[in-house]
C-alpha cells in the first residue's frame, strides 16, 4: 500500500508541475521551480512493524536547474534587459515522469492483487 501511496503523491506532483508550466510569477516571487518527490524506504529490523516498512515521500523538492530565459520585453515580469524568466518546467520530460509513476502504481496493484489471489488459494487448501 506505500508505493501506491508514493506514487499517487509523485503523481500529484508532476501535475502541479505542468499546470506550472507557464506560471512566471508565484506567491514567493519569482517564477515557478520544478518540484520533485523524494522517496525513501524503510529500512528492514528485526522486530519492525510492517507499517514501519515500504516507501513514502518524504518530502517534495524544488529542481535548482536554472529558469527557462526568454526575450519578452512586453512581458509585466521582465527584467530590465527585457529577459522573462519560466519555469523549469518541460512538459515531455513530465509526459515522461508521469507514465513512469503510472506504471509503478500499476505494478503495485499488480502485487496487490497477486497477495490477494494467493491469500484466496491458500484459504481453499485450508478447506479442503
Not at 513530465?94 to 503510472?102: F, G, P, R, T
Amino acid at each position: 500500500m506505500s508505493g501506491l501511496k508514493a506514487q499517487r503523491a509523485r503523481m500529484n506532483v508532476i501535475a502541479n508541475n505542468i499546470a506550472n508550466a507557464e506560471s512566471t510569477r508565484t506567491a514567493k516571487g519569482g517564477a515557478f521551480r520544478r518540484q520533485l518527490a523524494v522517496f525513501r524506504g524503510g529500512e528492514w529490523a528485526p522486530g519492525a512493524k510492517a507499517s514501519e516498512l515500504g516507501v513514502r515521500v518524504t518530502r517534495v523538492a524544488a529542481d535548482p536547474s536554472p529558469l527557462r530565459m526568454v526575450y519578452d520585453p512586453g512581458h509585466p515580469d521582465a527584467n530590465t534587459d527585457g529577459y522573462v524568466a519560466y519555469p523549469n518546467v518541460s512538459i515531455a520530460v513530465e509526459m515522461a515522469d508521469l507514465v513512469s509513476a503510472q506504471r509503478a502504481y500499476d505494478a503495485n496493484i499488480s502485487v496487490i492483487l497477486s497477495d490477494k489471489r494467493m491469500t484466496q488459494k491458500a484459504l481453499e487448501i485450508i478447506q479442503v
